[in-house]
């Protein structure tokens, strides 16, 4: 059968790709790889692909594809053509392991499990490699049984091994390590080791970037390209990300997967830059947007050491983000953030609302959840409902107060310079500070203690709602 290759490489355009297992989430290294796979290929006018390797039918679920394609698209990593499918590619990968049966660079191995069994423990016993050594390798074809065969791929018996790796430096393994590993199994189905490799190069890939548990693997697929004659793409293997203990990031350090950073709210803009920065730099740089990114990213640039996940950087440049994007585009943001989340929608007076307020509210959130919280004086549109620290701000003095302040807002004219003096006035007839209202004031305005600042409510409610506020707190 003769399957076209899906996309011819071109001479000189960088092809890049992310692969990954689904396991049912989207984890966040995975997302940090497709990150520079992105970034890489976009900085040079070059193709993205997406790939799913669901040659494990058990997890290989609609849902387990569903979210990766759900946590790209949220990150923003958009990717060229179709999702590409590796099992429906079976035929393809069989294909090219009779071919290496045919030139001679791979054999049929009669042996069975049992056998192979026999002879890892005989190797044991004496103290020897326990990689197999099939029988078959140079048999005599007339000598082939009529039973199931694998199709194993001859490796060489002595030299070694080099990958050129980008990130690791030149990674030099000894050929005694490697065995003849199987390509097709006697099922007839493919291995992984071999599907990997045929979709790369049918795809055109020419740069490949992924974690360096990759590593050894890249040694034992430098076989088939090698069995085939085809060129090797660019390896870059890229460290793990660690927690901020040094160990493998996992549950334990908080959230893995790109959905739990998307439901707390996080900006994908911002997750970008921090994952970007998480194992890459460029110079002291630390708040880039996407085409500084896509303009700086290298290879070169990538860290050898593993990089550590710091929650508080994350947070830190999700709030510069938040506090660059213009608040048309914030409000969209937030919109769905709202829906993922499975809120109510906002009501179109709430939309206005937020619009007017997003100003103050962007300002010092680290997430658009901290960023609603502190929205909520302009999204309640009745009476504000205090919670307990509102509650205690409001004691009878300060009502006293808010009550004095009430007929002097009535006639002020509505703009910042005259709030500040109407409310420091009627601080000062009390004998107290304007510092000492603002408590009051933001409970009685939001009902909340974490709120923009109490000019900028004002302003942004409007004289009848501020009022109105203020009114209700007295009675
Ligand atoms: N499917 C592999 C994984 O999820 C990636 C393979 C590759 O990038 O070559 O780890």
């Given at each position: 059968m003769v399957i076209e290759r899906l996309m011819p490489m071109s001479s000189g355009q960088v092809v ?126 007339a000598t082939h049984p009529d039973g199931p065969y694998a199709i194993r791929v001859k490796a060489p ?319």
């Amino acid at each position: 059968m003769v399957i076209e290759r899906l996309m011819p490489m071109s001479s000189g355009q960088v092809v890049t790709r992310i692969a990954p297992s689904p396991t049912g989430y989207m984890h966040i290294g995975t997302a940090r790889t497709a990150l520079f796979n992105w970034l890489f290929a976009r900085g040079r006018g070059g193709k993205f692909l997406l790939r799913i390797e669901d040659t494990d039918r058990e997890r290989s679920t609609p849902a387990a594809t569903e979210a990766i394609v759900k946590g790209m698209t949220w990150l923003g990593l958009e990717w060229d053509g179709d999702v590409v499918s590796q099992f429906a590619r079976v035929d393809r990968h069989a294909e090219v392991a009779h071919q290496m049966l045919a030139s001679g660079h791979a054999y049929k191995c009669y042996s069975t499990q049992d056998e192979i069994q026999t002879f890892r423990e005989a190797a044991r016993a004496e103290g020897k490699s326990t990689l197999f050594r099939s029988p078959w390798r140079d048999a005599d074809p007339a000598t082939h049984p009529d039973g199931p065969y694998a199709i194993r791929v001859k490796a060489p018996l002595d030299g070694e091994t080099i990958i050129d790796d980008q990130v690791q430096g030149q990674v030099r393994i000894r050929n005694t390590e490697l065995d003849d590993m199987i390509v097709l199994r006697s099922d007839g189905t493919p291995t992984y080791m071999l599907a990997v490799v045929v979709d790369d190069f049918d795809m055109g890939v020419t740069h490949v970037i992924r974690g360096d548990d990759h590593l050894n693997n890249a040694a034992r697929q430098m076989l088939v390209y090698a069995a085939m004659g085809w060129p090797l793409p660019v390896y870059a293997h890229i460290p793990l990300i660690f927690g901020p203990d040094g160990k493998k990031m996992s549950k334990r350090h908080g959230a893995t997967g790109v959905d739990e950073y998307q439901a707390m709210g996080y900006p994908a803009s911002g997750m970008r830059n921090y994952l970007a920065r998480l194992g890459w730099s460029h110079g002291d740089d630390e708040f880039f947007s996407d085409a500084e990114a896509m303009e700086w990213f290298d290879l070169d640039g990538i860290n050898r050491a593993p990089s550590r996940f710091d929650f508080k950087k994350l947070e830190n440049i999700c709030g510069q983000h938040i506090a660059a994007t213009e608040d048309a585009a914030l409000l969209q943001e937030v919109e769905g953030f709202l829906a993922a989340s499975g809120a109510d929608p906002l009501t179109s007076g709430q939309r206005d609302g937020l619009l007017r307020a997003m100003y103050c509210l962007k300002e010092r959130s680290k997430n658009f959840a901290e960023l609603i919280e502190k929205a909520y004086f302009v999204l309640t549109e009745g009476a504000v409902e205090p919670d307990e620290k509102a509650v205690a701000a409001l004691d009878l003095v300060s009502r006293g107060i808010l009550g004095e302040l009430t007929p002097q807002l009535q006639n002020a004219s509505w703009d910042r310079t005259t709030l500040e003096e109407v409310v420091a006035g009627v601080a000062e007839a009390n004998d107290t500070k304007l510092g000492k209202l603002a408590g009051p004031l933001r409970a009685a305005l939001a009902g909340r203690s974490v709120t923009p600042s109490v000019f900028d409510m004002m302003l942004v409610l409007g004289r009848d709602r501020t009022i109105a506020r203020l009114t209700d707190i007295k009675a």
